[in-house]
């Protein structure tokens, strides 16, 4: 593999990073409940705390499911 393919790597994957990042910042800015729906499991101790957002994993894995088979799609 020489410099040039090196260089294409990175640029893809450091714009797929780019984009993952916007996606993130504009769903912050939805205020999307993810996180607290009915299902998301928080466990709060004294110095310890669990979160295990198992529906909102559910949705997302669901959406995310639909979006590829659109754009894969033959």
Known sequence: MDFMNIAR???VFGL???ITAGV????AQLNLPFGNL???FVI?????TC??????????SIL???LINLLVKK
């Not at 709060?44 to 310890?48: D, L, Q, V, W």
């Not at 979160?51 to 997302?60: A, E, K, Q, R, T």
């Open 44 to 48: 709060k101790r004294e110095n310890f």
């Open 24 to 27: 993130f910042y504009l769903l």
């Open 38 to 40: 009915p299902g998301d």
């Open 64 to 66: 995310l499911t639909i």
């Open 16 to 18: 797929g990073l780019l």
């Open 9 to 11: 790597v990175l640029a």
């Open 51 to 60: 979160i295990v957002p198992l529906i909102s994993s559910l949705i997302l």
